[in-house]
């Protein structure tokens, strides 16, 4: 870990998790998306949330590494081993002195920098929340794709149950009217 001077009084950190060896699609955070890798268009969006006093790439491939210094953005080595992004995350969390760390996911190219900001809200307004995540609703007709991720929510808006496939079960179909599902949007605070 270098112990960037970026790290040193940070408030919220915005970390993403990026590696090369995607088994759906290799390579996937450097492709090329209008001219720019996808990577760092999460970078630059991300970037633009105000509740983040630093955003940066956690990988563990030097290819990664290499364009997210062309492009001027804050990247640290991780080790190889990491099962999951999140574990990538907690790798360079741990030696951060923040408040909150944000898990921003590299994928995700059209991120809202007001959705960082609506995730992070709740948690520095009230200590006692220890995680926050994002869900928006999801139409009927895109619950059975199990690419979405949907949650399930109790009337105090915590999160239920995390399932690819479509939750609730609809008995009786849907009956018109708003949709009962929600999309998980793959961001935690």
């Not at 200590?127 to 690419?147: K, R």
């Not at 915590?158 to 479509?166: G, I, N, T, V």
Request: proline fraction near 8%.
């Amino acid at each position: 870990m270098s112990h960037e001077p970026w790290a040193a009084k940070a408030r919220v950190v915005g970390l993403i998790p990026a590696r090369y060896a995607s088994k759906r699609f290799p390579g996937k955070a450097l492709a090329d998306l209008c001219g720019k890798p996808l990577l760092q268009h999460v970078v630059e969006r991300s970037a633009q949330a105000r509740s983040l006093s630093s955003v940066v790439v956690a990988t563990d491939d030097a290819r990664i590494a290499e364009a997210v210094r062309r492009f001027g953005g804050k990247v640290e080595m991780t080790a190889e081993t990491h099962p999951s992004g999140t574990d990538r995350i907690a790798e360079v969390a741990r030696e951060l002195e923040c408040e909150l760390v944000v898990n921003i996911q590299g994928d995700e190219p059209l991120i809202v920098p007001a959705e960082i900001d609506a995730a992070v809200a709740p948690l520095l307004a009230d200590s006692s929340i220890p995680m926050g995540t994002l869900a928006c609703p999801l139409p009927v007709d895109q619950a059975g794709d199990p690419n979405a991720v949907k949650v399930v929510v109790g009337t105090d808006g915590f999160a239920l149950y995390f399932s690819r496939s479509p939750i609730p079960y609809l008995r009786d179909g849907h009956t018109g009217g708003a949709s009962p599902y929600r999309l998980h949007v793959g961001l935690y605070v």
